[in-house]
């Protein structure tokens, strides 16, 4: 199985960071976020990506185009950039990695639209560049199957971002709750999707309204309830937030070796 990565998107929410780069781009811990991601998915058996650029693509061209000489030691003759040789190998060597530049402007089923042709009519997996989760992809594979329809959404209860007050029926205050978890499910990507969720989407969609709307109303979508770890980088606190978590040594996200 594939893997989509939505990397396109202008992250307007933490320009501090991607005035100059793409939000996937940026570091957790000295690696891209999506390198994080990525390395999620890989230690769990998916190991073909086709990431989906965008705003400033040629960072994550360069990036994973120039990964080998990144990581590794090399000697290469001046005079034929074809003679290097790398000396040795790094984790991620059996990765193979698909860059297409879907678009500065595009929505994100438009992205996912464009990359059809990498994707050898077979299903595949499609999330987001910029959300860390310890996500068990037998489990999501699973219930996939099991419910046999065209897409699955993985879900979760978040965080709210506000603390909580109870208040008792006479006025007083009970308790104060720090950022309890909601009792409504939200999208957060890891989708799976058969090779028929084509059929729901064209260069301009916009994959969380009409195409989901349209998979729901016909009973073809299916949502896995994810119970862990779950944070999105769409803020510079939250990308602080996770280098402390990643600093800590406790990176729930880290089901690597």
């Not at 984790?91 to 860059?99: A, I, K, L, N, R």
Request: charged letters at 25%; one cysteine or more.
């Amino acid at each position: 199985m594939k893997a989509v990565l939505l990397a396109g998107g202008l992250g307007t929410r933490m320009r501090e960071e991607t005035e100059f780069r793409p939000k996937p781009m940026v570091e957790v811990g000295g690696r891209p976020v999506l390198w994080h991601i990525m390395k999620v998915l890989g230690s769990q058996g998916i190991t073909d990506f086709v990431i989906c650029t965008g705003y400033k693509s040629e960072y994550i061209k360069n990036y994973f185009y120039n990964y080998g000489a990144s990581n590794l030691d090399f000697t290469v003759r001046l005079g034929d950039q074809s003679s290097t040789v790398f000396h040795g190998s790094h984790d991620e060597f059996d990765w193979t990695v698909t860059v297409a530049d879907t678009g500065l402007a595009t929505m994100t089923g438009g992205r996912i639209k464009q990359v059809e042709k990498y994707l050898d009519g077979e299903p595949f997996l499609a999330t987001y560049g910029d959300g860390l989760a310890d996500i068990d992809l037998r489990a999501l594979q699973d219930f996939h199957k099991q419910h046999g329809k065209t897409a699955t959404m993985t879900t979760t209860q978040a965080l709210s971002r506000f603390g909580v007050v109870d208040i008792e029926s006479n006025g007083l205050v009970s308790q104060f709750r720090e950022k309890p978890k909601v009792s409504d499910w939200i999208n957060i990507g890891y989708f799976i999707f058969q090779p028929e969720i084509f059929n729901y989407l064209d260069t301009n969609s916009v994959l969380e309204e009409e195409p989901l709307r349209k998979l729901a109303e016909e009973d073809q979508i299916g949502a896995y309830k994810h119970s862990g770890f779950w944070q999105p980088m769409d803020t510079f606190r939250e990308s602080q937030m996770l280098n402390d978590i990643w600093d800590s040594g406790k990176a729930p996200w880290q089901v690597w070796n």
